[in-house]
């Protein structure tokens, strides 16, 4: 080719790179402002309605009950666990008064030997009066995922002089009971706040000895008079389906108590 022509090319070729680049830019600059657009429109998309996630057990909302952790378990949302910073609130004076704790003691028809599991143990509000009802040849674990709750039982053991209290740091998951080691299990106020209802359930099944019995007390949410949070509130047919995929027996649900039903279930005899 031409030496000369080779430069006009060249110089064409010059002249034209600035206005290509040019677009090139100018294009670019596009493609970021209508990234930038549509990431704000599908963000907007995402944020309504919330997104719903589910793991084959639990689904999990952003939109619920501030009370709740978001998570919920066939069709129930899961409770804020209690902080160990309101323990006071659980050794209340008025709660004779208000909830007939005595009642629940007498219905549970405690035997003197007997091995009694009082999950979600707290305080020890129940612990206490089923160590004294068991007496020294009886157990009573109590089992928590708050040290905090075990230090003040503990404490409270020392000063009284008891000895058959044992202390159970249990996992969310797991209460870390030896297998049929206990004739009760006892929950007053706690299932609904297990972040793990389905494993808890399970290994309690495990711990239960065959004939055992399971007691839940919960607040009653079929009654809105009640003057407890909604989501630490349970209806009874709500604990029954839920424990209706365990080998468990429904035994009885006792309404003797002015604000909370016992829902009573045993492990078949058959069952190991
Ligand atoms: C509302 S308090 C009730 C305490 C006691 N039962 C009473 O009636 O005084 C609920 C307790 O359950 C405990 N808890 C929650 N999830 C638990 C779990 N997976 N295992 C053991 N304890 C649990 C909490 O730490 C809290 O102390």
Known sequence: ???ARMKNLHVIHSAYEPSLKNILFRFSFL????????????????????PQKSDGRYVYHENHDPDGIGKFYMGREIAQVMGHQAADWLDRPEREAEEAPSLLLKSLKLKPGQAIADIGAGSGYLTFPMAKRVGTKGTVYAVEIQQEMLDIIAHKQETMGLKNIKMVLGAVDDPRLPDSSVDLILMVDVYHEFDFPYEMAKAM???????????????????????IKRVHKMTVLQVRKEM??????????????????IIIFRKPLSQK
């Not at 839940?216 to 949410?221: A, C, G, I, L, P």
């Not at 209706?244 to 604000?259: S, Y």
Request: glycine share 4%; charged share 20%; no cysteine.
């Open 205 to 227: 099944v495990k711990a239960l000895r065959p004939g055992g019995r399971i007691a839940f007390v919960e607040y009653r949410k079929e009654n809105p008079d009640v003057p």
């Open 31 to 50: 493609v970021v402002i209508s990234s930038l657009v549509f990431t704000s429109v599908s963000s907007a998309r995402t944020q309504t309605p919330k």
């Open 1 to 3: 080719m031409n030496p």
């Open 244 to 261: 209706a995929v365990f080998p468990l027996q429904w035994v009885e649900t006792i309404n003797v108590l002015p604000r909370q039903h």
